[in-house]
């Protein structure tokens, strides 16, 4: 149980354009979800919390506008990088929260696979 | 505040010889605390996680941690490692709103 899925693992684009990545809860519902950003060999940076029906909680140093999330279901969250420059380039990786613990715990965040962005 | 203090960014030991990686926290409030694995190009699993009661707690493959509160550590062993080991091992710390804080992480390489 508490699988988490994204969709692209990969995706290569060019400057200026701009890339959707989804994150999908398979098992259960999650109201939460998390968004990281991390860099060759180092560890998770948290760039925002993602709340079903709500705005999303981005951290310090994070634009907004550059990343847009949109956290349209229980079961979807979504991460556009707008007007992506190679310095987006970058390994995404979501989590969840099962609320409910009814597949997973209440406590833990399940990970997603990661999508590997490249801007060239 | 929470904060995670990984010792040891890269680990090295022989197949079947002791795992031993540290992990440090602070933590204004009781904490939830977790080790989580990575293996290249993929997202993280959980090996193991500590929220309340038993301090010692047993994970996935062959690992455990002990959570001692007098040393704010939590530190993962296994008593043999296997060839299948060698990963990237994150200890994350986490309190309310279930907001995670990851150590740098530490890199294990198994030798032959």
């Known amino acids: 149980g508490a699988v988490v899925s994204q969709h692209p693992s990969w995706v290569i684009c060019k400057s200026g354009t701009s890339v959707k990545i989804e994150c999908r809860s398979l098992?259960?519902?999650?109201?939460?979800m998390f968004w990281y950003r991390q860099f060759p060999k180092q560890s998770l940076m948290l760039m925002a919390t993602s709340n079903e029906g709500s705005k999303a909680t981005y951290e310090q140093g994070v634009e907004k506008d550059k990343f847009l999330i949109n956290h349209a279901s229980l079961t979807l969250s979504t991460l556009t990088v707008t007007s992506a420059h190679p310095e987006d380039s970058s390994f995404y990786i979501c989590?969840?929260?099962?609320?409910?613990?009814?597949?997973?715990?209440?406590?833990?965040?399940?990970f997603g696979p990661g999508t590997r962005l490249l801007v060239l | 505040a929470q904060s995670v203090t990984q010792l040891g960014s890269h680990v090295s030991v022989s197949e079947g010889a002791l795992v031993l990686l540290r992990c440090n926290y602070s933590?204004?409030?009781?904490?939830?605390l977790f080790w989580y694995v990575q293996y290249p190009n993929q997202g993280l699993q959980l090996l193991l996680k500590y929220t309340t009661g038993a301090t010692l707690v047993k994970g996935i493959n062959g690992f455990e941690a002990e959570f001692k509160k007098s040393e704010t550590s939590f530190h993962l062993t296994k008593p043999s490692a296997h060839m299948s080991d060698a990963a990237e091992y994150f200890c994350a710390v986490s309190d309310q709103p279930y907001k995670l804080s990851f150590g740098a992480g530490t890199t294990v390489t198994v030798r032959a």
């Open positions: 098992d259960f519902q999650a109201t939460t």
């Open positions: 933590s204004s409030v009781p904490p939830y």
């Open positions: 989590s969840a929260r099962d609320a409910e613990g009814l597949a997973g715990s209440q406590e833990t965040q399940y």
